[in-house]
DNA sequence: AGGATAGCCTGCGGGC
DNA sequence: TGCCCGCAGGCTATCC
């Protein structure tokens, strides 16, 4: 479900409750989501130290669409959201748990009330609970005994976070393949971050047809895809995400980013730009929607906006 | 070796 | 109402 920018502002708003919490608690209900590094494999004998019981969240980093609790044990746990997986944190006992789709409840213990729930706290000491939710289980969790290993065996994998590449990042990376450019933007070892919302968002505000080989776009219209990339990305993070169905943030809330979509989910509406009626194909086996007139195969020296 | 395909899962909405 | 179909924000394993 979640792209770099859902990822990007869960961690944001998981950070102010998590960051200086303890674990008091762990009650994993699906061994199977806990997995192998670099893998969808099982990972067997899973204890609760895997899951930074006993230890305190120092930080939360992300990479693309994964995203990694770092202990002051050194221990790192890292998380993927597949298509339908989420964090949402509660005040203790806050939520029906005979929720099926929850895997994993932490119980954690902070000193000093997150703000924002200072509020309803009289004690100094607080007692929360943060809820891993995936019905169709295509994501995971995956211990690491450090940083190292996150970087080694996992993060090394993904190609540059999609957040801050630049036009010449983006030609050297994509124009290895001759995959259809769609293709290659998804592929998470050329470029970390994007997925199937923003790809057609970014080509269709560079002006760049879906079908288009790396190889023929030129590097100027690298720079108005990589400038695509970071603003309509940066717009999401601060617009809470895009929420198509059930996404939701570390609080609950729903983002509004879908309300600005270009052409995600407006196959055969007016395109709006040129106003004619915006295509759906399949590339990658992905839906791709675009604009037969305002994105182009042809390598050009200028590209609209951007 | 890179690229195309199937497969992993549940839930929802539409058509009949 | 109920069933079947297609579709969904992602990625891995397996073939060729």
């Keep these: 479900m979640p792209e770099l920018p859902e990822i ?3 961690r944001r708003t998981l950070e102010p409750h998590l960051v200086g919490a303890r ?3 762990v009650d994993l209900r699906r061994r199977d989501m806990v997995r192998v590094a670099g893998s969808r494999q099982a990972l067997r004998a899973v204890n609760n130290a895997h899951l930074l019981h006993g230890a305190t969240v120092t930080s939360i980093v992300r990479h693309g669409k994964s995203l990694a609790f770092l202990a002051d044990n050194g221990r790192v746990l890292a998380t993927h959201m597949g298509m339908s997986g989420s964090l949402v944190v509660r ?3 806050h939520v029906h748990d005979s929720d099926k789709h929850l895997h994993c409840i932490w119980t954690l213990l ?3 009330p997150a ?3 200072r509020r309803s706290v009289a004690s100094s000491l607080q007692s929360f609970q943060l809820f891993y939710r995936d019905p169709r ?3 995971g969790l995956w211990p690491l005994a ?3 290993e996150l970087n080694e065996r996992l993060w090394s994998r993904l190609g540059p976070d999609a957040l801050s590449i630049d036009g010449e990042t983006l030609r050297d990376r994509l124009a290895r393949t001759t995959q259809p450019i769609k293709a290659a933007l998804l592929n998470q070892s050329l470029v970390a ?3 199937n919302i923003y790809a057609d968002e970014a080509l269709f505000a560079a002006g760049i047809h879906p079908l288009t080989k790396p190889t023929r776009i030129a590097l100027d219209g690298y720079g108005a895809l990589a400038t695509a990339i970071r603003s309509i990305m940066l717009a999401a993070v601060n617009s809470g995400g895009s929420t198509i169905s059930d996404y939701r943030d570390a609080t609950g809330q729903a983002g509004s980013f879908a309300f600005q979509h270009a052409v995600y989910g407006r196959a055969e509406l007016p395109c709006m730009r040129c106003g004619r009626p915006l295509r759906s194909i399949v590339v990658g086996q992905r839906t791709t929607v675009f604009c037969q007139l305002c994105q182009t195969r042809r390598t050009r020296t200028t590209y609209p906006r951007g």
């Design 8 to 10: 990007e502002h869960l």
């Design 110 to 112: 902070r000193s000093e």
């Design 23 to 25: 674990v008091t608690g």
């Design 115 to 117: 703000p924002s729930l």
């Design 91 to 93: 005040q203790k006992d």
């Design 193 to 195: 971050g994007v997925g």
């Design 137 to 139: 289980r295509f994501g």
């Design 146 to 148: 450090s940083l190292e």
